[in-house]
């Protein structure tokens, strides 16, 4: 990042895919809420929430 790539940049350089990225972030993410006590979703709803940003 700090070369100025974006994330899926480095991920490619690592040999992960953009949906491999989309998947790390979204099951993260849902970890977090869990933990924060929000209402579970779906991991579909948690990709379509990434893949908007």
């Given amino acids: 990042m700090a070369t100025g790539n974006s994330v899926v940049e480095f991920?490619?350089?690592?040999?992960?895919?953009?949906?491999?990225?989309?998947?790390?972030?979204?099951?993260?993410?849902?970890?977090?809420?869990l933990k924060g006590g929000e209402k579970e979703k779906t991991i579909e709803e948690y990709y379509k929430s990434i893949e908007f940003l």
């Fill in 11 to 33: 991920a490619s350089s690592k040999n992960i895919s953009t949906q491999g990225v989309i998947e790390i972030i979204a099951n993260a993410q849902k970890e977090v809420q």
